[in-house]
């Protein structure tokens, strides 16, 4: 099979609007840092092709749903600003950030220079403390980019945040930047406009007791029962006790992994596809993917539920639709397979 003919398959859900994708550069002068950024949100309509996401050179596959730079649709939406996790990239996690931008939110992903697969291969990763001072400034960066205007964020999609509701989140050591950046951390201060936290399979044990503490916004934990990187007792139970800000909610995930929230699922099904893909490459896809499932889910239908608890979360929490998101609350805590506890 030809790399042109890959396709993400269809989508997570029936998506409620239509979705638009764009690829911008945001620079920090200060550090003389650059970040590659991602943008998903709801989409004017047009006539736009399907994006294509390029994971290695000469490998893509086509979006099932999200367009090529189309018009950012008028409205305030949240924005969510998306971590991604040690060695992953800005578009590891296209699958959730498309669905979380199809319910209605525009999402940013940057990659973390020094924290990215390709710096892990070639030997350039960052130390843990550069890594994680780098992160906290990062995330700074893009939600004054976001919230304030750069040079690099289209005016349609600036105009269309909700300032009200501002989310960040981040999947395994991005949990660590999102929860980060709300205490300060590494030299950073804390950043006093995020409404709520959204983490992923959660890496947190590098924070402090104290660091805990000081996130004080709405926080929604989702926690792989069977993640073997992330355990739940080492990175989950703590901040579950400590976490001060009302309400918490935290969501377990019955026999899934660590990969249940990326794409590492969909790299699994099409490096089978893949013929000039080393071989070294699809055994590590492969392995990934395992225990992207959940107890009598598909990987599919166990990230429609991360992302349905996402949602519920920025609804209720957030000052959106709180009866739907109760609705939607509600169904969680009486699915098979899944634990939801709320304080």
Partial sequence: MSNASLQAGRPIESPAHRVGRRTVRVVDPDRQRSLEVELWYPASAGDEPLTVYELLPGIAFESSHAVHEAACMPGKWPLVVFSHGRTGMRLSYSLLCEALAARGAVVVSADHPGDVLADWLSGQAADDRTNEMNR??????????????HDAVPVDVLNAVDHRRVVLAGHSYGAYTALATVAGARGVEAHDRVAGV????????????????????????????????????????????????????????????HQASSDMALYGELAEHVTLLPELMRQYLMAQAMGAGGEGRSWRELLRVQVDAAWAFI???LGGDAEAGQVACDALADAPGLVLRQR
Avoid at 136 to 149: K, M, S, T, Y
Avoid at 218 to 240: C, E, G, Q
């Fill in 315 to 317: 609804e209720s929490a």
């Fill in 198 to 257: 959204i983490v992923f399979q959660p890496y947190t044990r590098s924070m402090s007791d104290g660091l805990l503490g000081r996130v004080r916004c709405p926080v929604l934990m989702v926690v792989s029962a069977n993640d073997l990187t992330t355990p739940p007792a080492v990175d989950a139970d703590r901040p579950w006790a400590l976490l001060p800000g009302r309400p918490v909610w935290r969501l377990d995930l019955l026999g899934a992994g």
């Fill in 136 to 149: 906290v400034a990062d995330a700074h960066l893009l939600l004054r980019a976001f919230l304030h205007g």
